[in-house]
Structure formats: structure tokens, C-alpha cells
């Protein structure tokens, strides 16, 4: 077996693993590197879709192998992509919906199967179905076919001749409800267009069960605990056994399915882990239940509206504040996008996440179809911002920096902001805070979670915020209790960390670098 860390060796996000052996691969997430793409890109500047993989593939940020899907290799890189090799691949095996596990995936070539849970699956879908973003890393699991333009060969576009939007084969690691398997197939477009016959439908892929799959490997899926829903563990069985476990933490409500993969991966050779805090010194880990109950604390005290901050798609997070308005006699308000996550979620979890839930009206002119579809589905839970206003004492409003403008419909007469998120890191994140920190000034908040310093530094707080990650400390209790022949650190900015604490065990290899066992 040969193991190929591709990207992701030393730096936080960016994986790109292949397991070879004879004519069999496999890709351990193939995810977007932030750190490599920072170097060149920001908010407002990223690759040119019209050119499909043309700029990712000059500036190094993927992969020089000929694995592409052939409608993003433009006429002249065509020939250059064909001289590198063809690693095989018999499917992706994605850990978990953050795209820096997922966010190349959709340049691969078409044939390329998707392996994940039913929440990650969907949970993808839904991303793409609310994107506006241009980042073809969005296009998972259906996507937009390109051809070349008629005016300019180098240049793409989308393929006209399409009548329908193609999706992967789908791989799920265990049964998918058929209300799940129908939104797989579903657009809002379709549903509330006056003619469905022309609007481009999804024409779904395969879907089957991993149990039923050939994937080359006997491949075991172990679900583990990670800041947002749906995160999986796998091992592969060929002659080697490697056990790879994405992101993981024990500190979540679901730690107990993270132990249950440890104790499984005590018959692997190979570990392949991540190492993210690995760095982190003075590193205190929170758990979700100490969010919980400082969070709850603060807000029992507060007067006026609450604003509740924490990263998208951390539905763990967003569950203990709907505890918490429950406990406080206040109403939980969710953004139309949040709304339909939960509304996906719903039908593979088989929960209803929306229950006891209210949704943002925003002051849009035009709304897009999903959003239609959302209010139409749950009218009774629209709440507009004049209602907030008069009321603002029974809310918690889940916002973040970049819906602040919305705050100016509102107009809180002060109230309490919750920062429940990561810290900064880097300059340009630096600044976002110091924005962040100016409109809450505007509307006289007492902010929870982070201060700004006499020199415009973000100071953050410790205890509003649980880390998807394990810490240093579990991470060694894990790696000992595994205690495999070979470990290979990726995920991290300390690979040098493993050497020290388990020498010669440690192979370390950077980006591209190839290992046999």
C-alpha cells in the first residue's frame, strides 16, 4: 500500500490523502487549503470560474495529476493536465461538510463517487442549493456543466446543451431515509416555477449503501464527534489496515461515538490523524455543556435583545442556545439559511430541528426560490424585524458580522452579543473583529466573548467556545490506546510533535510526498 499526502501535511485544513494499492485508490477528503489560498486570494478576489481549474492549477493550490473533471480543463491546459499522472480513484471518502475536508472535491472527474454520511450529504446539498459564492467548490453533490465559449476557446462556460444540472454517485455510510433521497433530487426552482418543464432539474447519480459498494477496499465507517453534524471516521482494509480519523474531538455530546472508533482503529497499522492543537500552548478545553452553562449565565442577566455569534453550520452550538431561550422564556431566531439546514437535517435525522424556532425576515427586495420555498413551508415561524424591535427582551437573534447591516432594520436599543466562534487568525480576521467591534459600539451591546485592546487587537475570552478539534492531551491518550505500527500527522502546523512523543512511529512527509507500508 502506498499512502500519498498530496496537501494538508502541515498546514491546518487542505487534505489530500491517497491510499494506493495495485489498481485500487482512494482519496481521503480532497479539501480547499485556506492557508495556500490566503497567499494569493481574499474575500473579494478568487480563481476566475471561466477559466474552471486554469488558476488553481498555475498557482500550485491543487494537484498537478490528470484526475479533473474535463469540462474545467480549458483548451490551453489540456494537453499539459494529460502529461501528469492518473492516480486511480474509486471514490472520495469525505470525513465531514467544512471545506477545507471537501472544497476541491467538485473539481474531480465526474466519474468520481462520493463516500460520506446521510447528514454530510445532505448538508452538502443544501450548501449548494444556498451558495451564491463562484467557488466551484460549491458544486457538491450536482453541478453545472462548462463548455467553451464560441468567442473565445479558453474561455468557459455554462453548457447550454444541458438540460439539467448531473449529480455524483452518492455513497452513504448507512441507510438514507427516503425523504432524504427525494431532496437529493429536489430544487426549489422546480417546485415553485409556473412552467417545471423549463427549469433545469437534478438528474441524481447512484446511490447506494456502503455496505453494497465496491470500492476496491473494504471500507468501515465509524461516526465521530466534530463541530458540525455528520462527521465520520473511516478505516480501510487492504493489505495494510489505516485508520483515518478526520476531525474528531471526545469533548461533544457525541464523544462517545469517537471512543467507539478508537477502540475499532486498535487493529490498524497505520494511523493518519489529525493534529490541529497539537501547537496550541496554554490550550483549555471547553466542552460544549461548559458553553452551555456560561452562555445561559450571561444571557439570564441580560436585558434586551441577545445575539447569539457562533461559525456556520455548528448545529451543536445552535442547539444549546435554543436550551438556552427555552430555559429564559425567550424565542430562538434563526436566518433563512440557517433555517434551511435544519430543514435538510430534519429529514435525515429524522428530528424536527425548526420546532420551537423562529426565522428572519430580512429586508430583501428579491428573495432567492429556497427562500421562498422556506417562508411558504413555515409561515408561522416568520418573524420581521419591527416585531424584534417592539419586542426585543423575548429574542435571541443568531447573527454574525456578516449580517450586521440587517441589525440597522432592528435598531436594538442596546442588549447582549454572545461571540461563541474561533478566534482570529491573521491580520485580515483582525480587522474583521475591529468592524465587528465598531457596529456593536453603534448599538450600545455589552459583548460576551472577545474585547479590542488600546491598539485594535482582538482579546478573546475563554469558555464561550468548545473547539471541533481534540486537544494535545486526549489527542496522546488516543494515539496511545490505538498504538499503531505507523503514524502520519496531517491536519497540522506541528507535525514535529508527533516525532517527539512517538520517534521513529512518526512518518512525516510533506505535501506530494509518497509512503509504502
Not at 445532505?122 to 453533490?141: C, F, N, V, W, Y
Not at 463548455?147 to 462556460?157: Q, Y
Not at 446543451?161 to 437529493?184: A, C, G
Not at 445552535?318 to 427555552?326: G, M, P, Q, V, Y
Amino acid at each position: 500500500m502506498r499512502i500519498t499526502v498530496y496537501d494538508g501535511s502541515q498546514t491546518i485544513g487542505g487534505s489530500k490523502i491517497h491510499v494506493l494499492e495495485g489498481e485500487n485508490g482512494l482519496f481521503l477528503d480532497f479539501g480547499m487549503n485556506f492557508a495556500k489560498y490566503s497567499r494569493y486570494y481574499e474575500e473579494f478576489i478568487s480563481e476566475r470560474p471561466s477559466r474552471g481549474i486554469h488558476d488553481l492549477w498555475r498557482l500550485d493550490l491543487i494537484p498537478k495529476l490528470n484526475i479533473y473533471r474535463a469540462d474545467l480543463i480549458p483548451a490551453d491546459l489540456f494537453r499539459e493536465v494529460g502529461m501528469y499522472p492518473k492516480v486511480p480513484i474509486n471514490a472520495v471518502l469525505i470525513s465531514h461538510a467544512h471545506l477545507d475536508h471537501v472544497g476541491n472535491v467538485a473539481l474531480l472527474s465526474k466519474d468520481v463517487p462520493l463516500v460520506g454520511s446521510p447528514t454530510t450529504m445532505i448538508i452538502l446539498k443544501a450548501l449548494k442549493d444556498t451558495s451564491r459564492q463562484s467557488h466551484m467548490g460549491m458544486e457538491l453533490p450536482y453541478y453545472t456543466p462548462k463548455s467553451p465559449s464560441g468567442e473565445n476557446p479558453f474561455v468557459l462556460e455554462t453548457d447550454r446543451k444541458v438540460r439539467y444540472y448531473p449529480s455524483r454517485d452518492i455513497v452513504v455510510t448507512e441507510e438514507l431515509s427516503n425523504e432524504s433521497r427525494e431532496f437529493l433530487r429536489w430544487r426549489a426552482n422546480v417546485e415553485l416555477a409556473k412552467n417545471p418543464s423549463r427549469v433545469k432539474s437534478i438528474r441524481a447519480g447512484r446511490i447506494e449503501e456502503l455496505n453494497e459498494a465496491d470500492l476496491g477496499f473494504n471500507v468501515l465507517a465509524y461516526p465521530v464527534d466534530h463541530s458540525i453534524y455528520g462527521a465520520t471516521a473511516y478505516i480501510v482494509e487492504g493489505d495494510t489496515m489505516v485508520a483515518y480519523t478526520g476531525d474528531f474531538r471526545l469533548h461533544g455530546k457525541n464523544g462517545n461515538h469517537t471512543r467507539k472508533f478508537v477502540k475499532a482503529a486498535r487493529s490498524a497499522s497505520v494511523l493518519i490523524t489529525e493534529g490541529t492543537r497539537v501547537g496550541r500552548d496554554e490550550d483549555i478545553n471547553v466542552s460544549e455543556e461548559d458553553v452551555y452553562n456560561n452562555a445561559l449565565r450571561i444571557v439570564e442577566e441580560a436585558k434586551g435583545l441577545v445575539i447569539a455569534d457562533f461559525s456556520a453550520r455548528n448545529f451543536e452550538r445552535l442547539e444549546s442556545f435554543k436550551r438556552i431561550a427555552e430555559r429564559t422564556g425567550r424565542e430562538l431566531v434563526v436566518t433563512t439559511k440557517d433555517a434551511y439546514f435544519l430543514h435538510a437535517l430534519s429529514l435525515t435525522e429524522g428530528e424536527n430541528y425548526l420546532d420551537g424556532l423562529r426565522i428572519y425576515s430580512s429586508s430583501k427586495t428579491k428573495l432567492d426560490k429556497w427562500e421562498e420555498w422556506i417562508f411558504i413551508e413555515y409561515p408561522e415561524l416568520k418573524v420581521a424585524p419591527e416585531e424584534l424591535r417592539g419586542n426585543q427582551d423575548n429574542y435571541i437573534l443568531c447573527f454574525s458580522f456578516y449580517d450586521m447591516p440587517h441589525l440597522l432594520d432592528v435598531m436594538p436599543d442596546g442588549g447582549v452579543y454572545i461571540y461563541s466562534s474561533s478566534e482570529a487568525f491573521g491580520e485580515e480576521q483582525e480587522f474583521s473583529f475591529l468592524r465587528l467591534w465598531n457596529w456593536l459600539q453603534y448599538f450600545g451591546f455589552d459583548v460576551h466573548g472577545f474585547q479590542i485592546d488600546k491598539n485594535g487587537h482582538p482579546i478573546f475570552e475563554k469558555g464561550l467556545h468548545a473547539s471541533g478539534h481534540i486537544s494535545r492531551e486526549e489527542l496522546v491518550e488516543v494515539i496511545d490506546e490505538v498504538d499503531p505500527d505507523y503514524i502520519i500527522p496531517v491536519h497540522t502546523e506541528n507535525p514535529e510533535w508527533f516525532r517527539e512523543n512517538w520517534g521513529d512511529k512518526t512518518i512525516l512527509l510533506n505535501d506530494g510526498e509518497s509512503w509504502e507500508a
